[in-house]
């Protein structure tokens, strides 16, 4: 059974800085995109960032120049960089990694800004 599992949440100040990781486990050929999102109370899962096999990335315009995406391919791994936190970017965070051709979500880790 393939799954994906996050890690790196949790309490920080404004301005404060966490890394999230996301690892894919379990019996897997490949794993084309990967991606973070994050739902926070009373709104919609959004995208956050996504990467490419080959490396391309997207941001969402409210992340873009402080988070930064980046993979291994041969760990079946994803890291969000979140630097510059603020209070708005808490939510809980989301790995999204498309295995084999089935899109797979981890069960969130948890980040909260607040001083």
């Known amino acids: 059974q393939v799954q994906v599992a996050e890690s790196g949440g949790g309490l920080v100040q404004p301005g404060g800085s966490l890394r999230l990781s996301c690892a894919a486990s379990?019996?897997?050929?490949?794993?084309?995109?990967m991606g973070w999102y994050r739902q926070a109370p009373g709104k919609q899962r959004e995208l956050v960032a996504r990467?490419?096999?080959?490396?391309?990335?997207n941001y969402a315009d409210s992340v873009k120049g402080r988070f930064t995406i980046s993979r291994i391919n041969a760990n079946n791994t994803v890291y969000l960089q979140m630097n510059s936190l603020k209070p708005e970017d808490t939510a809980v965070y989301y790995c999204?990694?498309?295995?084999?051709?089935?899109?797979?979500w981890g069960r969130g880790t948890q980040v909260t800004v607040s001083s």
């Open positions: 999204r990694g498309v295995v084999d051709g089935y899109i797979i």
């Open positions: 379990g019996s897997i050929l490949s794993i084309s995109t």
């Open positions: 990467i490419t096999t080959g490396g391309t990335t």
